[in-house]
C-alpha cells in the first residue's frame, strides 16, 4: 500500500542548512540560486512538519503542492483528428 504524500516548497536563506531540512522529509530538488528545496511529506504530518520548519530563522516561507488535488481522470477527451488521419494512413 502506498502512502500518500504532499510535496513541499520550501525557501531558506543559505545553503548549509540543507542537511536540517533533509531531516523532515524525502529530499526530491534544491535549487541553489533560488534558494528553495522540494520534500516530500506524508499527508498525515503536513501541518506538524511546517510549524516545526517555520521556527527555524533561516526558513523564509514554505508553500505546498497541489499535485494530489488535481483531477488526473479524463474521461471525455476528444481524439486528435490529425492523429487519426496518420492512424489510417499506416494501415
Same mark, same amino acid.
Given at each position: 500500500m502506498r502512502t500518500k504524500?504532499?510535496?513541499?516548497i520550501i525557501w531558506f536563506q543559505h545553503m548549509k542548512n540543507i542537511k536540517q531540512i533533509k531531516r523532515f522529509g524525502h529530499l526530491i530538488y534544491v535549487s541553489r540560486r533560488l534558494k528553495y528545496a522540494v520534500i516530500y511529506v506524508e499527508q498525515t504530518k503536513v501541518e506538524e512538519v511546517?510549524? $516545526?520548519?517555520l521556527k527555524y530563522s533561516f526558513v523564509s516561507k514554505i508553500d505546498r503542492s497541489y499535485k494530489s488535488e488535481i483531477r488526473t481522470n479524463f474521461d471525455n477527451a476528444k481524439p486528435d483528428?490529425?492523429?487519426e488521419y496518420d492512424y $489510417?494512413?499506416?494501415?
Open positions: 504524500r504532499q510535496g513541499l511546517e510549524t $516545526k520548519l483528428k490529425a492523429k $489510417k494512413m499506416g494501415i
